[in-house]
């Protein structure tokens, strides 16, 4: 089990960029699979973007080119830069943990308490 927290959400306009970060805590990081989820009012999750244990990535394809999915694993930190955002971009971000490298949130059974990403127009 890993423990996870969010932060870097904020309130931007659009065409800003945000970097999120999440800290973990608890079992090894780096043999996790380590992906970032959003939830918009009114809409189920979606999947953003996930980085392998590998260093391997993948994207929804609303984010390529402007998201980018990083990880230190020296500092137990995943990292989700983003710009060139989007007032569809405004959800609760969260973080979440995988022992499999997978776009289903399902399986991912650690998540962060989320942050909220604001992009006005």
């Known amino acids: 089990q890993v423990q996870l927290v969010e932060s870097g959400g904020g309130l931007v306009q659009a065409g800003a960029s945000l970097r999120l970060s999440c800290a973990a805590s608890g079992r090894a990081f780096n043999a996790y699979t380590m992906g970032w989820f959003r939830q918009a009012p009114r809409k189920e999750r979606e999947f953003v973007a996930y980085i392998g244990r590998g260093g391997e990535t993948y994207y929804t394809d609303s984010v390529k080119g402007r998201f980018t999915i990083s990880r230190d694993n020296a500092k137990n930190t995943v990292y989700l830069q983003m710009n060139s955002l989007r007032p569809d971009d405004t959800a609760i971000y969260y973080c979440?943990?995988?022992?499999?490298?997978?776009?289903?949130?399902?399986?991912?059974?650690?998540w962060g308490q989320g942050t909220q990403v604001t992009v006005s127009s």
């Open positions: 979440a943990a995988a022992l499999l490298a997978s776009a289903n949130s399902e399986s991912y059974a650690d």
